[in-house]
Nanobody, 126 residues
Framework: QVQLVESGGGLVQAGDSLRLSCAAS????????MAWFRQAPGKEREFVSA????????YYSDSVKGRFAISRDNAKNTMYLQMNSLKPEDTAVYLC???????????????????WGQGTQVTVSS
């Protein structure tokens, strides 16, 4: 239905910046909201940021607020995550997610999202 492909991950040092991209294809007209999650080994999948496809309202976890910025280009069906002042604690696989309209489930919950990319690795050294 919808395919998501992340890119832009890599190995950086603390304090560096990275820009992640998520390209959507398929039935992109069904997308209502997109989000970034991350998952480190042995840990639960963690909400990072989300954006409404129409209107562009944004949401951030407390751990990244002020350092990361989410954006989207509707014409290109692409979402971005600008990550600044990276910390070793940010090390994880970053996953792109998307969902059609839904009710009763928090936008912060991974359960809300129907479509997922394969993830891109971000590693931040001390």
């Amino acid at each position: 239905q919808v395919q998501l492909v992340e890119s832009g991950g890599g190995l950086v040092q603390a304090g560096d910046s990275l820009r992640l991209s998520c390209a959507a294809s398929g039935r992109t007209y069904s997308i209502y909201r997109m989000a970034w999650f991350r998952q480190a080994p042995g840990k639960e999948r963690e909400f990072v940021s989300a954006i409404a496809w129409s209107g562009g309202a944004t949401y951030y976890s407390d751990s990244v607020k002020g350092r990361f910025a989410i954006s989207r280009d509707n014409a290109k069906n692409t979402m971005y995550l600008q990550m600044n002042s990276l910390k070793p604690e940010d090390t994880a696989v970053y996953l792109c997610a998307a969902t059609p309209p839904s009710f009763g489930i928090s936008l912060y919950s991974a359960r809300r999202y129907e479509y997922w990319g394969q993830g891109t690795q971000v590693t931040v050294s001390s």
